[in-house]
């Protein structure tokens, strides 16, 4: 029996409960609790189980070295090494690239768009984390669509769930994958190789793609009117007015900065003599007969004009006239999960600071901001609508915490580094498909072999790294083993073997999937590998099934929450830009779920029995 083996209950027969089963399903609910709630970022919480487990080591059994373990847990440090090797891809334009490809293919038929979409976003996917594939290709997939006159929301969403299928070509698709090998090896002595369940993947992902093709591409709804513009996107013509500064005027002297620090109406563009002055202008002094483009209620307009010696000019601003220079862009960005700017307002965010760019509207899913937008505290998941130059949009387009939400003309991309990052990717594949190298060892090989030959530079490694998904792994890995040690694992399997009563092992297999994919809602992925597999190796060890069956049905229906927004992150990258309601994602998630979830269980029985 391997390390960490569980010992098994009879079928039919209930382990005793005992009080360390208590103590963890009592730290367990707690951590549901705030997973659900998200009082605390999902790290923190980790690191709270983390502690709790320690703390509580004689009910729990998980000692110090076992509570820490998760941060030198082979899983964690190769999941942070793909993120590195994800960089570098991203580093040299390369998916980019694809992404006009794709362009260039798919422009103007809606049919041949969508397939580019699912071709670009999920084969990659195989071998690159999926989340940092999302990020880069939702520009393109953006331009794409308003290019060819299709809604947006027709093709970000199938952007989403083809990553998510695409994840699970190999074992370094996902992080999730990489977090199930390390359980089964503990669990079972049987870690997955780098093409483990290529075979099922592929089905999966075959599927997925026709699925969307022919029926969920009918069930989004155009969210997003297609052909039309951002200011008409955002719903702005209410909210934009041009003003002309009449002689005698007390803004007449004042500046930009003053005005907007004074009044409720914020100008977003200076107009002289029909020119656009280029950001910064906030120091502008006002000068009778200019124009100011000014952002607020059509009642707050009023009062100005009745007050301080303006008058309305036009009240159907364009994009040309708040974009009004050949060097400022109307262009949305959106804030990821793991930001540095969730939790701050606006005003105090460095998009003000140090980007200074002018606020016009915030989408929150369906939902659109246009009010007090210096008060608003952003979240992850916002599309901020936003003006600037082209020099400021360069830096954002490098920064972590923003993902903009538009190709660039001309990027700062290492191109000429493309074939060595892919060659070093493709290694770090080879290396541990052949088993020369374990995968851990190959990857951390490959950062180096990123770093030596100039794809990265040595200070771009810490930003690369989705730290709150690392310390979300280490801090929960440890529940992982509590769940075994006390037995809790064993009588949850035991009672999920109860239905082996009315199923075939087919049926209970099933249900275990459908479990973990409702557990992976609330948990996070990684978090239902952890808690599921023991579980679901503990079932099939009552019932007299595979156990290596049940691991890959954790793995798989851990990877597929595609019902909610939050419940995976690329969905959440596609939430605002795509303009989508809660709803939507049940709308055309859960057919795709249910569909799955019988196609990768009947899989599972074709390709390892059970």
Known sequence: MPAGALALAQPGQLPPITTGMVVVFAITIGAFALFASELVPVDVTALLVMVALMVLEPWTRVSIEEGVSGFSNSATI??????????GINRTGAVQRLGRWMAGVARGDERRQLLSVIGVAGLPSGLLNN??????????????????????SKLLLPLSYASMVGGMLTLIGTSTNLVASDVS?????????????????????????????LVGHRLIPERIAAGGGLLEEFEMSEYLTELRVEEGSPLVGETVAAVNEE??????????????????????????GDSLIVRTGIDEIRDLATAEGVSIANTAVTETDVAATADQHLVELVVPTGSSFVGESLDGSPLRREYDVNLLSIRRGAELLHRRLDDVVLDRGDTVLVQATAESLGRMAADPNVIVARELEDPDYRTEKIPLAVGIVLAVVGLAAFGVLDILVAALAGVIAMVLSGVLDADELYDAVEWDVVFLLAGLIPLGIAFSQTGAAVLIGALVAESAAYLPPLGVLWVFYVITALTTAVVSNAGSVVLMIPVGVATAGTIGANPFAFVLAVTFAASADFMTPIGYQTNLLVYGPGGYRFTDYFRVGAPLQILLSVVTVLGISLFWGL
């Open 185 to 213: 090896a503990r669990l079972l002595d049987r870690p997955f190789s780098m093409f483990e369940f290529t075979e099922l993947g592929a089905l999966v992902f075959v599927t997925g793609a026709l699925y969307l093709l």
């Open 131 to 152: 989340t940092p594939i999302v990020a880069m290709l939702i520009p393109a997939v953006s331009d794409l669509a308003r290019e060819g006159g299709t809604s947006p």
């Open 78 to 87: 190769t999941v942070l090494a793909m993120f590195i090797l994800s960089a």
């Open 263 to 288: 009044y409720t109406p914020h100008i977003v563009q200076l107009l002289r003599d029909e020119e656009g002055f280029i950001e910064p202008f906030t120091e502008s002094t006002l000068q009778a």
